[in-house]
């Protein structure tokens, strides 16, 4: 064999050699990398460290997962993109070097308006030719880590200079922190606090709330050192522990009080008038919608007054505007002692005021107010040395008749209030004409009659009750009559309810029971009358006053026997008072007064209470007799009532027997007494015994002729 041949054999099984040892080599090599980059994968995702590798013009070729989430886009986006969409050139200037170590820098990548603080490793990969062959970036996020250092950096800075106190507490409620703005708000220094538990703590509710939901807020008072109260803004929080349970407790307060006084002030500009610091046109509406609202539900009546000056322009005029303004504060004054506490009083602008009257008690009520106001108004006005002199013009409106909601009140006071103006001003009209002159007669009656009985003006009228079968006259019902001087003669009727509403009923019902009892006494003396007398008495009388001692007084101090007195009394009274009523009742009934119910109608009355009452009699109202004997209906409850009567031992009276046919028909069904005008009207006390004179006499006569024509009769 040419040795050229042997030459190239031996070079080709050394090349085989040298490749199948190249081969092996590198595979082990192969699989060494492998390795050693699974645990370089391991190391950098446990230490959350992301790894790119870029190319010579800094693109990046490579890059994990770790990284990706880093600069928060997918891979695909990041592959091929320049490292300087991440960072400024200048950033990294050692990239390039070919010298460069494995270096170690901190800087900030951007990604969009993301700034990402990042500790960056990075090696410059080299060629065969020792050149720049592009890098790898080992990269760690530093946000976690400076968040923290920055968020406890800031939270200290919050703690220090909040405004709000803070303080900490422990799990058992005992302060270890607080802040200086604790000691500005609550005067206590945080030597003097730590280790005591604060006041709020021991509030139940909050401490109740806290361990419910870790949480509470509100308003408290809380106290200073200096010992004022304030009120105080608190929100608790409780911070719990791995286990569960509650290791301590941050409180956060702020002092609430100037807030709250604004507050109030702002509250206060907004609904009273800042001259007179009565509420305003806004408040009066306010008030005067909750008013109808209650108003409605107890179904009471409300008054709406609208007050006018009558000539302050001239004040202004003359005086100047601020003695005008001092007017308006001084007559402000006077209108608000005018009324009561309770009444609203309100400047609606200018000189112009309004009132609410809740639940007045009468029409009469209403007109003595407005004329207290403007009495109240119609004097000098002293104002600093000048005086002036104003008078008020003054409208009413009445709910429900004059309107239902404030706007149409308000219309309404303001339009009787012109009326008040174009009657010459210095006065007061009603809304309602026709109530105003109903109000006007009522309010003559009222002050008539305080005075009646000093004028002795009243007088006692009889009207019989006889017996209907014999005709005897067993008794007379007296009335209480007024003589006005101005309006004539009235009667009790046209005059009781002025008499309720006002009161007056109690004193005119005693006068009338002594100077009943009075007559009862001059009757027996001279010998002219020895029957009942019955006298009305009305709830409030029975209910107001001590009405048993009244009673035993008047019968004590005549000598009257107990048994001539016939106490009257309505079904209303015995249901309104029930007690008391009966109380009294029972003790005069036990005295031996009589007591009979007035006006009854069956139904009304419980017929226990005139069992247990033990009544002498029951009147039956004159509107069941009025149609007798042919209204079918009153024929049936007439005999009803007399049916019930009798069963309970009642006397029965019929009331306002008019007819001879009303008389046989209660006859009949046996009705024993009546009165009425078939026998008489309510007459005067002279009249009565002339009445009762000739009834004796005619009854004589009667009777005489009876005994002559049987004697007669019995003559052969
Ligand atoms: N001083 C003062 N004057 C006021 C105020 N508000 C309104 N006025 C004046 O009060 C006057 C009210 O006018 P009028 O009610 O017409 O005056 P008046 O003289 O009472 O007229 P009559 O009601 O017809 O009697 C006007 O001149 C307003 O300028 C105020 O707050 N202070």
């Known amino acids: 064999m040419p040795i050229v041949q042997i030459i190239l054999a031996i070079a080709l099984v050394l090349a085989v050699i040298l490749a199948l040892s190249f081969i092996a080599k590198a595979q082990r090599a192969a ?77 900030t990548l951007t990604n969009g308006n993301r700034h990402i603080p990042c500790q960056v490793i990075y090696q410059v990969i080299l060629d065969q030719y020792q050149q720049p062959d592009g890098s790898y970036l080992l990269l760690k996020s530093l946000a976690e880590q400076l968040d923290q250092g920055t968020y406890l950096r800031q939270a200290a800075a919050v703690f220090a200079h909040a405004a709000e106190g803070i ?19 609550t005067g206590f220094t945080k030597d003097e606090v730590i280790g005591r538990t604060p006041q709020f703590f021991r509030y139940g509710h909050i401490w109740a709330e806290l361990l419910a939901t870790g949480h509470w807020q509100g308003e408290i008072v809380n ?83 609208g007050v006018d000056l009558d000539g302050f322009k001239t004040v202004n005029d003359s005086l100047g505007h601020p003695a005008g303004d001092l007017l308006l504060q001084k ?44 009495a109240a108004v119609d004097k000098p006005v002293d104002l600093q040395g000048s005086k002036a002199h104003v008078t008020a013009s003054v409208g009413i409106a009445i709910y429900p008749q004059d309107g239902h909601d404030a706007t149409s009140l308000l219309k ?93 009923i109690v004193s005119v019902g005693e006068w009338a029971l002594r100077a009943a009892c009075g007559q009862i006494q001059a009757w027996t003396r001279e010998g002219l009358f020895s029957g009942s007398v019955s006298v009305k008495v009305a709830g409030l009388q029975i209910e107001r006053n001590d009405f048993y001692a009244s009673v035993n007084r008047a019968l004590e101090e005549t000598g009257v026997e107990p048994g001539r007195l016939v106490i009257e009394v309505n079904e209303h009274t015995l249901l309104r008072n029930t007690a008391h009523v009966l109380a009294e009742l029972d003790r005069l009934r036990n005295l031996g007064v009589g007591i009979v119910i007035d006006d009854f109608s069956i139904g009304h009355a419980s017929l226990a209470y005139l069992k247990n009452l033990r009544v002498r009699g029951i009147k039956i109202h004159q509107r069941f007799v009025l149609g007798l004997p042919a209204d079918k209906n009153n024929a049936a409850i007439t005999r009803a009532i007399i049916a019930m009567g009798h069963s309970l031992g009642f006397d029965l009276i019929a009331e306002g ?44 006569d009667a009777r005489n002729a009876l005994a002559d024509a049987s004697n007669g009769a019995r003559q052969p």
């Open 412 to 504: 309404a006071a303001d339009t009787a209030m012109y009326a008040s103006k174009q009657a010459g001003k210095n006065t007061y009209r009603y809304h309602d004409e026709e109530m105003a002159r109903a109000a006007d007669q009522r309010m003559a009656l009222e002050q008539g009659l305080r005075q009646a009985q000093e004028l002795h003006q009243l007088e006692l009228c009889y009207l019989p009750q006889l017996d209907i079968q014999s005709g005897r006259v067993l008794g007379v019902e007296a009335l209480v009559r007024w003589h006005h001087p101005e309006l004539g003669t009235i009667d009790a009727v046209e005059f009781a309810t002025v008499a309720e509403e006002t009161g007056l």
């Open 223 to 305: 106290t200073r050192k200096s010992g004022e109260s304030y009120p105080q803004w608190l929100s608790l929080s409780a911070v719990y522990g791995a286990d569960g349970t509650a290791q301590s407790y941050i409180g956060l307060f702020s002092d609430v009080s100037r807030l709250k006084k604004s507050e109030d002030e702002l509250k206060h500009m907004a609904h009273y008038d800042a001259l007179t610091d009565l509420p305003n046109r806004t408040l009066l509406s306010i008030q005067l919608n909750m008013a109808l609202e209650r108003a409605a539900r107890r179904s009471n009546k409300l008054a709406v007054f």
């Open 657 to 700: 027997i008019e007819t001879k046919e009303q008389e046989i028909f209660l006859e009949e069904e046996g009705c024993a007494q009546a009165q009425g005008r078939l026998y008489s009207k309510p007459i005067p006390r002279g009249e009565f015994e002339s009445w009762l004179q000739a009834r004796l006499t005619a009854v004589a």
């Open 167 to 185: 303080v900490i507490l422990n799990g058992n409620g005992r302060v270890e922190l607080v802040n200086p703005a604790f000691t500005t708000i």
């Open 331 to 374: 007559i402000a004054a006077r209108l608000r002692m005018t009324l009561r506490s309770e009444d609203v009083v309100a400047r609606m602008g200018g000189d112009e005021f309004a009132m609410i009257i809740e639940n007045p008690p009468s029409a009469v009520h209403i007109g003595h107010l407005a004329e207290k106001l403007i």
């Open 31 to 107: 699989k060494r990398v492998s390795e050693d980059g699974k645990v370089i994968r391991f190391v950098l995702t446990n230490n959350q460290s992301g790894l790119i590798r870029l190319d010579r013009e800094h693109r990046i070729v490579e890059i994990d997962d770790v990284a990706c989430e880093l600069l928060d886009q997918s891979r695909d986006a990041l592959l091929k993109r320049s490292l300087f969409a991440f960072i400024g050139r200048e950033q990294l200037p050692a990239l390039g070097d070919r010298n460069a170590a494995v270096a170690t820098t901190n800087l």
